[in-house]
C-alpha cells in the first residue's frame, strides 16, 4: 500500500481496493511519500532470550499461514534466534538452521514457511534465477532477515520488526504492521 499525490496537494491512500483522501496537506507529509503505510507500531522490550522466545510463541498461536515479516537488525541482534523459536512454536522439529549461507530455508507446518536471510544477496538476477519470486507468489509465510538489501523486490511486509541490542541479553523491538494481518500477528506478539 503507498500513498500517492495528487495534483491538489494531498496525499490519497489506497485502501482495500478504494481510495480514501487523507486530509493532510502533502508538504506535511513528504517523508511518508517513499514508505509504506504504518497502520499501527509498538515497542517491545525482550530482557532476556526467555522473553523473545515467549513473544515467538505468541505469535505463533496466531497461526501466521499467510503473510510477510520482515526483520531487521544488526548481526546478533536476534533475528534467526527470533526465528527459530517461532518455527519451533509451529511445529518445527530440530534444528533450524541459519539461512545464512543458502539465504533460503524452508518448512512445512501444515503450510509452507520460508525463511530467508538476505545479508548475501547481491545479484538482483538470483532473485529470478533462484526461484524467489515463485515463492512470494505462493501461498505461506515469509520470513525474511535483512529485508533492505531486496528493496524493492519483496512486497510490503504484513508485520516488521525492527531489533536493537540493549544492555547484557536485552532486546529493544519496534514493531510496524503495514496491513491487516500485520495488525493480527502485532496484537498476537504484544500478547506474549
Ligand atoms: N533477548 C534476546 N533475544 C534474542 N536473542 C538473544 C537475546 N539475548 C541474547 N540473545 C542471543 O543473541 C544471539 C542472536 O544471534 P542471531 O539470532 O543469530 O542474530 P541475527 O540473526 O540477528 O544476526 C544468540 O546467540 C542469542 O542466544
Ligand atoms: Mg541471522
Known amino acids: 500500500m503507498r500513498l500517492q ?5 494531498f496525499m490519497v491512500q489506497p485502501i482495500l481496493g478504494s481510495v480514501r483522501r487523507v486530509g493532510i496537506p502533502a508538504r506535511n507529509l513528504w517523508c511518508t511519500v517513499t514508505h509504506s503505510l504504518i497502520l499501527e507500531t509498538a515497542t517491545l522490550h525482550w530482557p ?11 505469535l505463533a498461536a496466531a497461526a501466521p499461514r499467510e503473510a510477510v515479516i520482515a526483520l531487521e537488525g544488526d548481526l546478533g541482534a536476534g533475528k534467526t534466534t527470533f526465528t527459530r523459536h517461532l518455527l519451533h512454536a509451529l511445529g518445527v522439529q530440530g534444528r533450524v538452521k541459519s539461512p545464512t549461507y543458502a539465504i533460503l530455508e524452508s518448512y512445512d507446518v501444515g503450510w509452507a514457511v520460508s525463511h530467508f536471510d538476505f545479508y548475501r544477496f547481491d545479484d538482483p538476477q538470483e532473485w529470478e534465477d533462484a526461484g ?3 515463492v512470494f507468489a505462493q501461498p ?4 525474511c532477515e535483512w529485508p533492505q538489501r531486496v528493496q524493492g523486490l519483496i512486497p510490503t511486509p504484513d508485520l516488521a520488526l525492527q531489533l536493537r541490542i540493549g544492555a547484557d541479553e536485552a532486546r529493544h523491538v519496534q514493531a510496524q504492521a503495514h496491513s491487516t494481518t500485520g495488525l493480527q500477528l502485532l496484537k498476537a506478539l504484544k500478547s506474549g
Open 5 to 9: 499525490m495528487k495534483p491538489n496537494g
Open 132 to 134: 524467489f519470486r515463485d
Open 48 to 58: 532476556d532470550e526467555a522473553a523473545c522466545s515467549q513473544a515467538a510463541r505468541a
Open 140 to 143: 505461506g509465510l515469509k520470513i
